[in-house]
């Protein structure tokens, strides 16, 4: 799918803090066997890879960050020695970084929406 015209000023790249957080919890979830779900584990991937992604993604990823800001209230949100759950699935989406900049970028788009 294009990204339409109106975006073409918009970097839809992950910047390399999101990629490096994206990797972070794919290692944790492989060491810890938690955290995560396929579609996860598939953003993680592309994050890790700063493939740039769909307008669409980053909606997704806002409702993400929004739905699962809870999980940083969980014990060991934050923990690389015993992570909890939520913290390696909250890595697997880029972690604080990509929350930042997926707001941004959607940010980015409302304006070009106007």
């Known amino acids: 799918m294009s990204t339409p015209k109106k975006y ?3 970097d839809f790249q992950p910047p390399r803090k999101v990629a490096d957080e994206a990797e972070k919890g794919l290692k944790l979830r ?7 779900t396929d579609v996860g584990i598939a953003r993680a991937r592309d994050l890790k890879n700063r493939k740039s992604v769909s307008p669409d993604t980053i909606e997704r990823m806002v409702s993400y960050f929004a739905r699962h800001e809870v999980d940083k209230k969980a014990d060991n949100f934050g923990n690389d020695d015993d992570p909890s ?3 390696i699935a909250w890595l697997l989406w880029g972690g604080d970084a990509g929350k930042d ?3 941004r970028v959607k940010s ?6 106007e």
Do not use: L
């Not at 492989?30 to 995560?36: H, I, K, N, T, Y």
């Open 8 to 10: 073409d000023d918009i």
């Open 85 to 87: 759950a939520g913290y």
């Open 30 to 36: 492989d060491e810890f066997e938690r955290g995560g």
């Open 108 to 113: 980015q788009m409302e304006k070009a929406d």
């Open 101 to 103: 900049w997926c707001e």
